[in-house]
């Protein structure tokens, strides 16, 4: 028999969570792209006899591999095209201070602070500041061969090339990745009906909560790019209609689950059909069998399905006008004014930037006064582990180690036994796939895929063979200890969970969607989006503590106490909709006072939460009418309050 680990051995829970391989599916396409991007500059610059140029182009390449994540093409176009410029920019400046002392220290990290200024605005503008760093970096520690502006446009080139591979089947693919997002999003709601009554103990708000992200994504997908005139997009404009009339059967998903009887098989059956509909971009009649429903929740159901199907099967692009009303997103100009206002004005934007300036700026001072072989690799492993919207610091300082040991491995491999030159193209072949099929499973396997292939152009530019593979993993070890004193330990606020201050808006924001759920001062469409705008933030919420919960402690065993409480106020913003959804269809309307003393007390539970590291003591006393519509949402805030009450001997 197999032996256990006694269990002082065995691991901790946050190393394993840690090291846990995410399931996710290959992107098949992506893994076509980055082998033919990544090896087609190799082959090009070895037939004009001058590799250098064809690995500066590669690497161009690897920074379009690592943004090509979206289907969407409109998507594709501002993750690689975007990115790329701020490349340029940053490649360009890096090269102008190379060899220049202390000016190119000065140079770096101002570069830095401004790079982790914009990355707060947004996925795009993430990948733009990340590029912009990491290439000045290189600039500034690598001499770049030819003329000033050589390096750009190779570099520049290469991601361009990945773009252009990804928009070739755009012509006979239009529309196709949105029609797909949104019938995902129809799929995630059956399955949410399906576990409304289930007895799985998680199971209703894991499918909750996956439909919370589905939504998010194909709302992003689709109102990011939509025409700001109808005539101009039908598409979009059809697809956010679709969008808008799944949320009623969401909203009634909640009143389903807490009536704790199991729907018809029809009713997820009739949904998936909408999907199929929607997927396939179909306009017509569509039978949805639903039986006759004989209680206020089914009634419920039945209308928005109903209310659904009509959208769906109709020739109008938006037969209720519900595009202006629930998602007309604003001008460019507006957004952009408003990312701007964000950057400069944002203390958590000034925060980060001068985080990762301090990390840089420390790096970029110890290569300076010790010889260190390679050094700009300590200041790229930190601008790759302190990214705010990539998870942990810690855990990616972590993963970073292990996945450097892992890809020295491969490197030591190819760069020993594999000849220089010709040989270099069917090796990239091999090895750049491995990052888009790998980069999902998470970031330690990113790091060990991606490792091999930059100590492969590397060698094509330095001619340093297995030379590179010490110098590797000292400058990897020392930019992961910058990062993790620098930028972990010195700030509070990365090792100490602020729960009080996450949940405390949350809650509040409980509050003020409870009094406009019943109130006839606010209009649907406003409601709606205050309801859908709630989960958005409780979904970032439950997001980022599982991210805690890879902390070692105290990090880690201060979220999974808070644990249940985030699930609690998830509950209560069910419950509120369900209420909602009974009242208007049939339940007699609560009076206002009952509720006024709910949301006072959802008040005083947030107060109790905000600025505190520890579970706050509050009265759990709510009474009223035992057969009110409220009664379900009173027993949730009153299991809340009593789990943000510290148990007494």
């Known amino acids: 028999m197999p032996r256990e680990l006694p269990i002082g051995l065995t691991p901790p829970d946050w190393l394993v969570r840690n090291l846990r391989p995410q399931q996710a599916p290959v992107n098949r396409p992506a893994v076509a792209r980055a082998a033919l991007a990544m090896a087609l500059p190799l ?23 690592i943004g090509d994540t979206a289907d969407a093409y409109r998507i594709r176009i501002l993750n690689i095209a975007i990115p790329q410029a701020f490349g340029a920019v940053g490649i360009t400046l890096g090269a102008a201070v190379y060899g220049h002392g202390w000016l190119a220290v000065t140079a770096v990290t101002a570069v830095a602070l401004v790079s982790g200024m914009i990355s707060t605005i947004g996925a795009v503008a993430s990948v733009s500041g990340l590029l912009l760093l990491l290439n000045s970096v290189v600039g ?63 199971a209703y708000e894991d499918a909750r909560h996956a439909v ?70 179909f306009t017509g009649p569509i039978g949805l069998g639903l039986p006759t ?20 099967a ?65 200041a790229l492993t930190i601008t790759f582990v302190l990214k705010p919207d990539f998870g942990s610091v810690f855990s990616r300082a972590l993963l970073r180690a292990v996945g450097t040991v892992a890809g020295l491995v491969v490197a030591a491999a190819v760069l020993s036994q594999v000849p220089r030159g010709w040989w270099d193209v069917p090796v990239m072949l091999l090895l750049a796939p491995l990052i888009p099929a790998l980069t999902p499973r998470g970031y330690g396997y990113q790091t060990a895929a991606i490792t091999p292939v930059i100590l492969l152009l590397s060698d094509i530019l330095n001619h340093q063979g297995t030379a590179l593979l010490l110098p590797r993993l000292v400058d990897s070890l020392i930019g992961c200890a910058i990062a993790l004193v620098a930028g972990y330990l010195l700030w509070p606020e990365s090792w100490h969970t602020r729960v009080g201050d996450r949940l405390a808006d949350a809650v509040a924001d409980t509050a003020r969607y409870t009094e406009s759920a019943f109130g006839s001062h606010v209009d649907p ?30 990090t880690g065993t201060r979220a999974a106490a808070w644990w249940p409480l985030v699930v ?26 009952e509720i006024a003393h709910v949301a006072r007390q959802l008040r ?35 299991a809340a309050r009593t789990i943000a009450s510290p148990h007494q001997p």
């Open 43 to 65: 082959l090009i610059g070895l037939a004009l006899g001058r590799p250098e140029y064809g690995a500066l182009a590669s690497m161009g390449a690897l920074s379009g591999v």
């Open 525 to 554: 469409p406003a409601r709606a989006r205050m309801r859908r705008r709630l989960y958005r933030d409780l979904s970032v919420i439950r997001t980022e503590f599982q991210r805690a919960l890879t902390e070692p402690p105290p």
């Open 140 to 202: 500034a520690g690598l001499p770049m061969p030819g003329a000033w502006w050589l390096a750009p446009v190779l570099m520049t080139g290469g991601g361009l090339l990945v773009l252009l591979l990804a928009l070739l089947a755009w012509p006979l693919r239009s529309g196709v990745p949105e029609r797909a997002a949104v019938a995902g999003t129809y799929r995630t709601v059956a399955t949410l009906l399906d576990a409304s009554a289930g007895t799985t103990p998680g």
């Open 314 to 378: 109709a020739p109008d692009v938006d037969p209720l006008g519900l595009v202006d009303r629930l998602g007309r997103p604003a001008a460019l100009r507006v957004r952009a004014a408003r990312a701007a206002h964000d950057v400069l004005l944002s203390a958590a934007s000034w925060r980060y930037g001068l985080r990762l300036a301090l990390c840089i700026g420390l790096a970029q001072v110890l290569v300076s006064i010790i010889t260190v072989p390679r050094s700009y690799w300590v």
């Open 604 to 638: 005083e539970l947030s107060e109790g939460l905000r600025d505190t590291d520890v579970l706050y003591p509050v009265r759990t006393d709510l009474t009223g009418p035992a057969d009110s519509v409220l009664e379900p949402l009173r027993q949730e805030v009153a």
């Open 293 to 312: 429903p004989t209680e206020e929740t089914g009634r419920a159901v039945d209308h928005a399905l109903r209310h659904t199907a009509e959208v769906v």
């Open 568 to 593: 609690a106020v998830e509950r209560i913003v069910d419950a509120t909709t369900a209420a909602r959804v009974r009242v208007k269809h049939g339940a007699e309307p609560p009076s206002e006072a």
């Open 212 to 281: 919370t992200q589905s939504l998010n994504q194909s709302y992003d997908l689709v109102l990011a790019h939509r025409a700001r005139h109808h005539g101009r997009s039908p598409e979009l404009t059809r697809l956010l209609a679709q969008l808008n009339a799944i949320t009623p059967v969401v909203e009634a998903a909640p009143a389903a689950h807490l009536a704790g009887r199991p729907l018809p098989p029809e009713v997820p059956a009739a949904v998936r059909h909408l999907a199929q509909a929607v997927e396939t971009g």
